[in-house]
């Protein structure tokens, strides 16, 4: 019902060309990569209550071999979790998987007790259930994976999208959220575990782009129409540096909602991070394009990767003929406080005598980082510096951080962002300030999941 009414009132709004926000996303054209959305099971409009179940399935993917995968409710990605701000998220989650798991919400600003990693909460064994309950306090796409091998667990298939809209949205003719990943698929249809025959260095690169897990996805756009792409990178080592023919992106948001607008023709997604993205579909209908992600060096020279097709873009149907209007602006976030303090986060990698090669945080691996102590309402900056020699992905769990310094350069205040995950590129520096304002214990990590599982992981006690 609730929905219903959302749809009919876009096309009212879209019909009239009012510049009213909208207030529920363009209806996705059909599609053979189209998140299916979680049924909302609580007539009460400010409260989203699902079911997740982590499960084995046996998916297909292209013309590969049957492989197994591990999903939440039987589809990799997961369902799609719609919410609005301000809504309280209810997730019944039930472990049906062989071992023990966790949800953790990324990106999503909740009390320490729901982040779902180990440091909050006993992993929930195979065949038990787990509550996840919370406030959606910000507006935007944010996604939702286990906190448990998560290298192993993530690439297998475990993870999901949550989108929150605000109250005013920007208008696009269609929108379309696209979780990116990428996976090693053997010739005989499976997913190695661990990774075996490229070195766990930079992390796991596959060889089959996914795009809300389809290999070979076509995009169905219609010509000239203003569309809205937001996007995740869900890969566990993958960074993509999107590029759709010339076509210009033009950025409207990142991790933590909108932002001040600007174009780009390549678009860097680390491991983690989201984008939001709108673009004007060019050409005539029954023309395509492809979305591609590019080479980029992220270190010990893996610039020279081929360019890879990460999905078919079909222009096709009925011409837009007023097309949305691209936003221009959005209002100016507030610079935090001054921080009283900094603490410096050394980033570095190693090779063990045994040979092992581990990631390290101020020297030391993880568990053995030991642990930040914040007091709870204060503002606190971290100098992060890189000293490897490749691009690390750096995540901060429960709150956003402001960027305030590269490589000892102050970022103008007027290009504000709150991220969550930022790259901090090899050999350099970044200076980066968050406002603690809740208790608990928060993981910091590597996004790279191979790095974080092997040492490039923290935490931040809130006290
Ligand atoms: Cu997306 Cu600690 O992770
Ligand atoms: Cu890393």
């Known amino acids: 019902m609730k929905r219903a009414f959302g749809i009919v009132l876009a096309i009212v709004l879209a019909s009239c060309g009012s510049d009213e926000p909208e207030t529920s996303p363009p209806a996705e054209t059909p599609d053979d990569s189209r998140l299916e959305s979680l049924t909302d099971e609580n007539p009460d409009p400010k409260i989203v209550e699902v079911h997740l179940e982590a499960k084995t399935a046996i998916k297909t993917f292209a013309n590969s071999p049957p492989t197994s995968v591990w999903t939440y409710n039987g589809s990799t990605p997961g369902p799609l979790i719609d919410a609005r701000v301000g809504d309280t998220l209810v997730v019944h989650f039930k472990n049906d998987l062989p071992e023990p798991t966790t949800i953790h919400w990324h990106g999503v600003r909740l009390p320490a007790s729901m982040d779902g990693t180990p440091a909050t909460q006993p992993p929930i064994e195979p065949g038990a259930s787990f509550e996840y309950t919370f406030t959606l306090k910000d507006p935007g796409l944010f996604w939702f994976h286990p906190h448990v091998r998560s290298d192993v667990q993530v690439n297998k298939g475990l ?60 995009l169905r756009f219609r010509p000239n129409a203003t569309v809205r792409l937001r996007l995740v990178n869900a890969a566990n080592g993958r960074f993509f540096n999107l590029a759709l023919a010339g076509v210009k992106l033009h950025v409207i948001g990142t991790d933590g909602g909108l932002a001040k ?163 901090v590129p090899m050999k350099s520096s970044l200076k980066i300030v968050a406002r603690f304002d809740e208790p608990g214990m928060w993981m910091y990590h590597c996004h790279i999941l191979e790095h974080a599982e092997h040492g490039m992981m923290g935490e931040i006690h809130v006290e």
């Open 261 to 423: 607008p600007y174009d780009t023709d390549r678009l860097l997604i680390a491991p983690g991070e989201r984008y939001d993205v709108m673009l004007s579909v060019p050409g005539a209908a029954g023309t395509s394009l492809d979305l591609v992600t590019e080479p980029y060096n992220r270190g010990h020279d893996s610039g020279e990767d081929p360019p890879l097709n990460v999905a078919h873009v079909a222009i096709e149907g009925e011409p837009v003929t007023a097309p949305a209007p691209m936003p221009t602006s959005t209002a100016p976030l507030e610079p935090l406080p001054v921080a009283s303090e900094t603490s410096p986060l050394v980033l570095n990698e190693k090779t063990l005598p045994t040979g092992e090669v581990v990631f390290t945080i101020n020297d030391k691996t993880a568990p053995d980082v030991p642990p930040l102590m914040v007091p709870r309402n204060t503002v606190r900056a971290f100098e992060i510096k890189n000293e490897s020699e490749m691009d690390h992905p750096f995540h901060l769990h429960g709150f956003f951080f402001q960027v305030l310094e590269r490589n000892g350069v102050p970022v103008g205040t007027d290009a504000l962002v709150n991220k969550d995950t930022i790259v």
């Open 159 to 218: 993870y999901g999208a949550i989108r929150v809209r605000a109250e005013a949205e920007p208008i696009a003719d269609q929108e379309k959220i696209l979780v990116l990943d990428d996976i090693k698929l053997k010739a005989d249809g499976s997913i190695p575990d661990f990774l075996d025959d490229t070195s766990l260095m930079m992390g796991r690169g596959g060889n089959t782009v996914l795009v809300n897990g389809s290999a070979n996805a076509t």
